[in-house]
Each structure stands twice: as C-alpha cells, then as structure tokens.
C-alpha cells in the first residue's frame, strides 16, 4: 500500500532538462582485475530495491547491454526496500556483496565511511552531461561514491478543478509567501464547505522542514549533525499550528488518518483537498488518483522571491560499485551504459527518475507522459533558483523522519507545545548520530 510516509520517503526521482548545466566528467582508471574494454568473461551482480515495474525496466536494460557485451554476464538481484538494507549489510558483514548496489541519501555516508564503496570517479563512467550538483549529492569526504540514478525536487501539486468550484485562482508560485499560501488555503477551506480544506496537512514533514532551514540560512543536516537548533524547529512548528488555526489544512485526527491511507484514498486523491505536498516526479500517481489534470507549483518563500524557495535538486536513488568487487571496471561500463545510453532510457523513462544525464532527458522526453513532462518542464523552469544540494545526512539520520513524524503528530494534537517538542525532537534525534 503506498502511503503519504513510504510515498514521499522514496520512490524514484524526476530529473531536469538540457536546459540544466553539467558537472565536470569522472576520470578514467580502476582498481579492478580487469579494464572496461576487456573482452574476457564477466560476471556481475546488481542489486536494487523497488517494484515490478522497475524489476522488468532493470533487466531490459541488462538484457540489451549483455546483448551488446557478450561476454558480460549481468545477474540482477532485486529486493523490496523493507528487506534490502538488512540483506545488504549481512552481505557486506560476509564479504559476499553484489558488484553494484542501489543507495539512498540516509545510508551512503555510513557506507562510504566504512569503506564499502568505491569512489566512482576513478572508474570510466562519464558524468559530464550530468545536471548541476548530481555528483556533489553523492560525494563524501571528496569521493564520489555514489552516482544520482533520478533527481527531483519538493514541490506542491494542486487540484485545477477544486480552485475553479472555490473560485479561487491558482496562486502565482514565484511570488507566494507561508502566509499568503496559508490565507489562500484557509480562503479555500471556506469556499469548499464542510469536510474541504485548502492545504494536505502533510506539508510539515522532513522534507519541508529542510527547505524551512535552508530559508533560514540554517541546514537540516550537516556532515556530522545538525545545522539547526531546537529554536529553529520551534519556528516551523509554530508555523504549522497557525496553519491549523486558520483551518488551512485539515484537523490533527484527519491528517493522522490520511497519513496511513493509501494514496488513492487520501484526501487530496478523493477530491477533499486542493494542494497536496510531493516530490516532482509524483505528480503521474497524484493526478491518476485524483482523475484530474493537475498544476505543479514551487513552494512558498519567506520572502515572496521565488529564488528564496531554496528548492533543491534531490538524487532520489543512488547506484554505487563496491569496493570488494573484483570487477569494478566493468561494473562502470554498465553504469556508464545505464546513466548516458538513450536506448537505456527509453526503457527506464520515469519509474526510477528520469535520468540525470540532461543530454538522454532531452531524447526521451517525447516520449513521456502529460504528468511527467510537466515534471520535467518544472525541473527545468526552477533550474535558476535553486539551492546547493544539501549533504548526505549522518550515520543515524536514517531515524529522523520517523522520529520527527511522532513530534509532528504530538503538536498537531496539542499534546506538546512547539517549543517542547522541537527540544524533545532534538535531544532524541542527536542521540541516534553517530560519530
């Protein structure tokens, strides 16, 4: 069942258009028994975690570079993310890790640290034509350790359809503020009648709370911790109970519902509110539960400037090579296949992100759905404003977000006060960090 939490957590990533500008190509050379050109029998291992559609997409593209490569044989090993990390870290713990692994944000320091990836730009993958800042999200302590397999970027979907029955216009997303995003939704709330609101009350999570830092000149995470201190969350906090006390967004008990409801049973799904929280690349399964065309909007600024969003491009998934593969030369001749390869995107298009190669995203794009165009399109309009990629998190940050869900949920039903809760969330969530 897909809800709001495992929704907005992870899924694939959206990348930008051509119109983006590259980083700067990885260099040649590897540590591996054998050179990407050799023809000599290979044998690979690829893990990753997702879902049938990414499975048959996964090994179509392995099947069309092993046609290409005879002598490379490419054994796929997909998994479900409940399961993967456990798996990996047993596998790991025995020297028996595959070749290629799938990463997330929350675990590729913990990884690199432990020296179980290998830095990618000695190996011959070509980031070149990558978008700007992909390699920075998964370079740590000056290793790229791990290459963005999608990007995207927080946003706001609305409901067309629900404006137009308020007679409310859709807001100019370059000019809007929190207050003035508040106000509209409350106005909303209003004109939509009982059981109606403006705003989903999933906008306070993580994930805005890292754009309400980077807004603030503060960071959610840092190499090492947090950029923030307890005051800071205070402030974002305070935010969201004025929100509620204006009815912008739902009640504490019908957001808590929501929360672990599918998504075609949520309420911005089932037509109850008119502006949902999502990351870019989400806006297909938005509009196919909702039935309605829909409108991708930034987030709101304190300034009103939309520079000052501090949206950031996000690599939604991650693939890397570990260091006790015997074949990493080969294992990033795949990767390059994978990453630069049109062919290879025509057959991953969306599912996991579109590619972060600008120069694939521009030869498939016609070939992309309505939503997902208009995915891409937003990527590529916000291009100008956006902040630099925050760091991977910590080791031990993979918590926060639940922990933070309960402070969350805690405020929202007044069982805490703002201040109470953002020191309560710091206190618990620093002593998960580990050094």
């Not at 593209?61 to 870290?89: C, F, Q, R």
């Not at 070149?128 to 999608?150: E, P």
Request: glycine letters at 8%.
């Amino acid at each position: 069942m897909t809800t709001r939490r495992n929704f907005l957590a992870g899924a694939a990533a959206t990348a930008a258009t051509a119109a983006l500008a590259a980083c700067s190509g990885a260099t040649t050379g590897s540590t591996s028994t054998a050179t990407a050109d050799d023809t000599s029998p290979v044998t690979l291992r690829f893990a990753w975690w997702g879902n049938d559609v990414r499975n048959k997409n996964t090994n179509q593209v392995i099947a069309d570079y092993m046609k290409l490569h005879p002598n490379v044989t490419i054994n796929g090993e997909p998994g479900v993310w409940a399961s993967y990390w456990d798996k990996l870290s047993t596998q790991v713990a025995g020297n028996t890790a595959p070749d290629i692994v799938q990463m997330d944000e929350q675990y590729i320091r913990d990884y690199s640290k432990k020296g179980v990836l290998a830095d990618l730009s000695k190996l011959p993958i070509n980031t070149s034509k990558f978008a700007s800042g992909l390699v920075d999200t998964g370079t740590i302590s000056g290793k790229v350790t791990a290459l963005c397999a999608g990007v995207n970027a927080l946003s706001i979907v609305a409901n067309p359809a629900l404006f137009t029955k308020a007679g409310v216009a859709i807001p100019d997303d370059k000019t809007w503020t929190w207050d003035t995003a508040m106000q509209l939704s409350a106005d909303l709330t209003t004109k939509l009648g009982t059981g109606k609101y403006g705003m989903s009350g999933g906008l306070f999570g993580d994930s805005v709370a890292r754009a309400w830092m980077f807004q603030h000149g503060k960071s959610l995470f840092t190499d090492t911790g947090f950029g923030w201190e307890p005051a800071d969350m205070q402030s974002f906090f305070e935010l969201m109970v004025k929100y509620q006390g204006a009815k912008a967004v739902p009640s504490a008990a019908e957001n808590a519902q929501d929360f672990s409801t599918a998504l075609a049973q949520q309420m911005f799904g089932t037509g109850k509110v008119a502006m949902v929280l999502t990351w870019s690349n989400q806006i297909a399964a938005q509009q196919a539960a909702v039935g309605q065309d829909c409108k991708i909007l930034r987030l709101p600024s304190m300034t009103g400037n939309a520079k000052d969003a501090d949206l950031w491009y996000k690599s939604g998934q991650f693939q890397s090579i570990t260091t006790k593969s015997k074949n990493q030369a080969a294992a990033a001749k795949f990767l390059d296949y994978y990453f630069n390869n049109a062919d290879a995107g025509k057959v991953m298009l969306a599912e996991r992100g579109l590619p972060p190669n600008t120069d694939v995203v521009a030869s498939i794009k016609s070939s992309l759905g309505n939503a997902d165009q208009k995915a891409a399109t937003y990527m590529s309009d916000i291009a100008g404003e956006i902040h630099a990629a925050p760091v991977a998190p910590p080791p031990g940050a993979a918590t926060f977000q639940t922990i933070m869900e309960r402070y969350v949920e805690n405020v929202q039903f007044g069982r805490q006060t703002p201040e109470a809760a953002a020191k309560a969330l710091y206190d618990e969530a620093k002593a998960q960090i580990k050094s």
